[in-house]
Each structure stands twice: as C-alpha cells, then as structure tokens.
C-alpha cells in the first residue's frame, strides 16, 4: 500500500485520476485511487478536496443530491 508524501503530490495524484471532462463522485475516485495501490478513506478524501482542491483544481455539481467533481478547463 503506498501513502502520499505530502498535499502536493496527493494533489497531483487526485487530479491524474480524471480523464478528460469526466464526472466522478468520491466512490469512483476512491475506487481508482485503489486501483493505482493507494488507500484512503471517503471522508478524509471529502475533507482534503473541500479545503485543498476546490475552486482551484476542482468545481463541484450537484445532480438529483449526488455531489459530482470534475475538473476546471
């Protein structure tokens, strides 16, 4: 199991799991974060992405209550 060094590279790390303009909700992120041998848990993901990562890296949608990110172009 890997763990991240720092915000930078779990930054740099998060935002290489999105592919293009993709949607994804914080399951699929984890779920691909798990499949490049990293392990984290969806509420500590939650966190870090509210106070590092969006409105910076990431913008944040709403659809029928399910929170979606995808990246700011």
């Known amino acids: 199991m890997k ?3 720092n915000s930078h ?5 998060i935002l290489s799991v999105f ?3 993709e949607k994804l ?3 699929d992120i984890i779920t691909r974060l798990e499949d490049r041998g990293y392990t ?10 509210y106070y590092n990562m969006l409105f910076k ?5 709403s659809i029928r ?7 700011i172009t």
């Open 9 to 13: 590279t779990k930054v740099k790390t």
């Open 65 to 71: 209550g399910v929170c979606y990110y995808c990246l």
């Open 3 to 5: 763990r991240f060094r």
């Open 19 to 21: 592919e293009g303009c």
């Open 40 to 49: 984290i848990k969806k509420n500590h993901l939650r966190m870090f992405i």
């Open 57 to 61: 890296y990431l913008k944040k949608e």
């Open 25 to 27: 909700t914080i399951k």
